[in-house]
């Protein structure tokens, strides 16, 4: 059985630490770690797609919760969502968030998604 993942991500970790990590909690397990990459992907396909909610609230403080069964099934989901509020502008969700100015609404979501996937691919 899959290794709980409670408390896996630490802000602040280089990428090789996640890197560390993650092999932990999928055990070693490059087919799950396929599927969570799939299943990122389509998460951050449906965000791109979104011409309603996503363009106008500012994301703060999600999270995203990937569930691995024990016979290696996967599904992932955002959660966190209590402090999304409603924007005053159409966001853009994908700027870098050191080039973002201070009090901005944008906050880089797709960046911060993208790195993610990328994190995982690299295991």
């Known amino acids: 059985m899959l ?13 090789e630490e996640l890197k560390e990590r993650f092999m932990t909690v999928i055990e070693g ?22 011409t309603s909610f996503f363009p106008r609230y500012e994301i703060i403080g999600s999270s995203i919760l ?3 069964g024990a016979t290696g099934t996967v599904s992932t989901t955002m959660l966190d ?30 960046v911060g998604l993208q790195n993610l996937i990328k994190v995982w691919e690299s295991l």
Not at 44 to 49: E, F, G, M, P
């Open 29 to 50: 397990r490059l087919d799950v770690r396929d599927k969570i990459v799939v299943e990122l992907t389509k998460l951050l396909t449906n965000i791109r797609s979104s």
């Open 66 to 68: 990937h569930v691995v």
């Open 81 to 110: 969502l209590g402090k999304t509020v409603k924007s005053k502008q159409v966001l853009k969700h994908d700027l870098d968030v050191s080039s973002t100015p201070p009090g901005s609404e944008e906050e880089g979501y797709l």
């Open 3 to 15: 290794t709980s993942t409670h408390d896996v991500f630490c802000v602040g970790e280089t990428d």
